[in-house]
C-alpha cells in the first residue's frame, strides 16, 4: 500500500515559472525524501528532510515539511523543460531495523517550452 | 565508479513461467532492496537484503523470493507468474546505515 498521496496527480506550467507539488502521509516517520523519474525508468534521489527538520534546500528545489500535519511540499524554482518527469515523495519510517522507503502516488510535472 | 546495474531491460514472459532479474548494487553498497511499480504508480517495496539475509518484507506472496551474494549482487525470483506480475521491477542499493537509495533503470517485465 502507498504511505503517501501527492497533489496535484498532474501539473503543468511554462518555463520560467516555479512548480510547488504537496505529499501527505499517515504514520511517524524518520525522514521524507524526494525521487524524480523520466519516462518511467529509474528513480532519482533529489532530497532528503529529516523529521526535526522544517526546510532544506538544494539549488533550485525547496522542502518543508510539517510533521503537525503530516504533510510536505516540494517547490522548484525557475522550471526548466528537462525539469518534465514524474516526482514522488517517500517516507522512511520508524519501526524494524531497515531504511524501507514507503513511496507515494507520484505528481506527473510538464514544463512546457 | 557505476551506478545500479539490472539485467535484463526488458523480458516477456507467459503466465505460469517463472522469472529471475538480476542486481548490481552501485560501488561501496552493502544492501539492496527491491520494489514493484505498476504502470501510473508508485514503487511498492517488495523486500531488501543486508548480509545475504532478507531483513525486511512489503505486502507479496511468497511467490517473489529473493536471495543477496558474497559481492551484495542481488536477484529477484518471481514463480507462477500473474497478469498482474507485469510491472517495472525496480532495484535500489545504499548502504544499511542511511536513508538515500540509490535506483537502477529497472526491468520491465511483462507477462503475457
Known amino acids: 500500500s502507498q504511505q503517501g498521496e501527492e497533489d496535484p496527480q498532474a501539473l503543468s506550467i511554462q518555463e520560467g515559472e516555479n512548480a510547488t507539488m504537496n505529499c501527505s502521509y499517515k504514520?511517524?516517520?524518520?525522514?521524507l525524501q524526494w525521487y524524480r523519474q523520466n519516462s518511467g525508468r529509474g528513480l532519482v534521489h533529489l532530497i532528503l528532510?529529516?523529521?526535526?527538520?522544517r526546510e532544506k534546500h538544494s539549488g533550485r528545489l525547496r522542502v518543508t515539511l510539517d510533521t503537525s500535519k503530516k504533510s510536505s511540499s516540494l517547490l522548484i524554482t525557475a522550471s526548466r523543460a528537462a525539469d518534465t518527469a514524474s516526482y514522488f515523495c517517500?517516507?522512511?519510517?520508524?519501526?524494524?531495523?531497515?531504511?524501507?522507503?514507503?513511496f507515494g502516488t507520484g505528481t506527473l510535472l510538464a514544463v512546457q517550452p | 565508479d557505476a551506478g545500479v546495474t539490472q539485467s535484463p531491460t526488458h523480458l516477456i514472459k507467459t503466465r505460469g513461467q517463472q522469472v529471475t532479474l538480476r542486481c548490481s548494487p552501485k560501488s561501496g553498497h552493502d544492501t539492496v532492496s527491491w520494489y514493484q511499480q505498476a504502470l501510473g504508480q508508485g514503487p511498492q517495496f517488495i523486500f531488501q537484503y543486508y548480509e545475504e539475509e532478507e531483513r525486511q518484507r512489503g505486502n507479496f506472496p511468497d511467490r517473489f523470493s529473493g536471495h543477496q551474494f558474497p559481492n551484495y549482487s542481488s536477484e529477484l525470483n518471481v514463480n507462477a507468474l500473474l497478469l498482474g506480475d507485469s510491472a517495472l521491477y525496480l532495484c535500489a542499493s545504499s548502504l544499511w546505515t542511511t536513508w538515500e537509495q540509490y535506483f537502477g533503470p529497472g526491468t520491465r517485465l511483462t507477462v503475457t
Open positions: 517517500a517516507t522512511g519510517n520508524y519501526g524494524g531495523a531497515t531504511n524501507k522507503l514507503i
Open positions: 504514520t511517524s516517520i524518520n525522514n
Open positions: 528532510i529529516r523529521s526535526n527538520e
